[in-house]
């Protein structure tokens, strides 16, 4: 409205000096009136037109008043619609809050309802018990009686037993110091030797251990690792050459002790980790090869195997 006003105004004043300057075209026509009178004329329309000069300039003035009147109100309107937006926004988030109390609310009532299901169902099992135990307490000490000569019966049996296998044992009781190569039927390094279950408490590495099976008895030796590859190669080609075939768990060269070494080593660190060999094997290889993005592992492909983060214990996706 004011621009309109001020538009007008300048309209107007425009068609004064259009006015005006017909009037001047009209007084220079007329010059039969004196040089007195069109002085004064003319001194008063230039009196006119400075006072026009002034209104105009302070009209201008006046419009850029309410320019900066209306910025004032627009930056207002704009912060108030960003306050609106953000209100709506924290709106938004306190009922999905309020949704999400409620629906908590409702499972906690459900779980209630099921609790007490659970409690009544466990009354009426006691209350059965209770009388079942009433029905049967009459025939409580039959039922003990039976059960002592019963325990007597199995006591009398396992003595008996113990007598055999400690008279079958007798022949086996003699310790020999020598092993004969032709009897021996399996060789045992690292874990597969009895030491280190035979002794879990000691400090010994399974890697400096190994056994030797023969039908009778085991010879279990403990040395450097050195000295368990000369022995395990050595009597594994002195069996093999006795007996003409590979014993169970030979090593005949070199690799293959080293190879039996490594494996050994790392059954001990899984072991010690309590981490399945697959598991540690996988994580070795995606350190090695570079985990993905984000730092998680690749999701397993179906039928193989997934791992649980927070155990470590591996299990099969169906």
């Known amino acids: 409205r004011a621009h309109d006003d001020l538009h007008n105004r300048c309209g107007e004043l425009e068609q004064q000096h259009a006015e005006e300057q017909l009037r001047r075209r009209n007084a220079e026509e007329s010059s039969q009136f004196s ?40 930056e207002v309107v704009n912060e108030l619609q960003e306050k609106y937006v953000a209100q709506t926004r924290h709106y938004d988030q306190l009922a999905q809050q309020v949704r999400s ?6 499972q906690d009532f459900q779980e209630a309802e099921d609790v007490l299901y659970d409690q009544q169902q466990c009354l ?27 325990a007597e019966r199995q006591q009398r049996y396992a003595k008996d037993l113990f007598d055999k296998n400690q008279q079958a ?20 390094f690292g ?33 450097a690792e050195a000295d368990v590859e000369i022995f395990m190669i050595t009597i594994s080609r002195l069996c093999h050459h006795v007996q003409g075939w590979k014993v169970l768990g030979s090593i005949s060269s070199h690799s293959r002790f080293v190879s039996a ?32 993005a984000g730092g998680r592992s690749p999701a397993p492909s179906a039928g193989g195997r997934s791992l649980q983060k927070s155990g470590g214990t591996p299990s099969r996706s169906r």
């Open 101 to 106: 109390v409620m629906f908590q609310y409702v």
């Open 35 to 74: 040089r007195a009178e069109f002085g004064s004329r003319l001194e008063e329309a230039e009196a006119h037109k400075s006072h026009m000069q002034q209104a105009l300039e302070s009209t201008h003035a006046l419009k850029e008043g309410f320019a900066e009147v209306i910025r004032g109100l627009m």
């Open 169 to 188: 044992a007798e022949p086996y009781k003699e310790f020999t110091k020598s092993c004969d190569l032709a009897r021996v039927v399996a060789l045992g």
């Open 261 to 292: 070494k490594a494996w050994c080593k790392l059954a001990s660190t899984c072991k010690r980790d309590k981490r399945p060999l697959v598991s540690r094997i996988r994580s070795a290889s995606l350190d090695s090869f570079g985990r993905p």
């Open 124 to 150: 009426y099992a006691v209350q059965e018990a209770i009388r079942d135990c009433r029905g049967f307490g009459a025939t409580v000490a039959s039922q003990i009686e039976f059960h002592r000569q019963e």
């Open 191 to 223: 874990h597969a030797a009895r030491v280190p279950l035979l002794f879990p408490d000691l400090d010994v590495k399974p890697e400096e251990c190994f056994s030797v099976y023969n039908p009778r008895r085991s010879f279990d030796f403990v040395c």
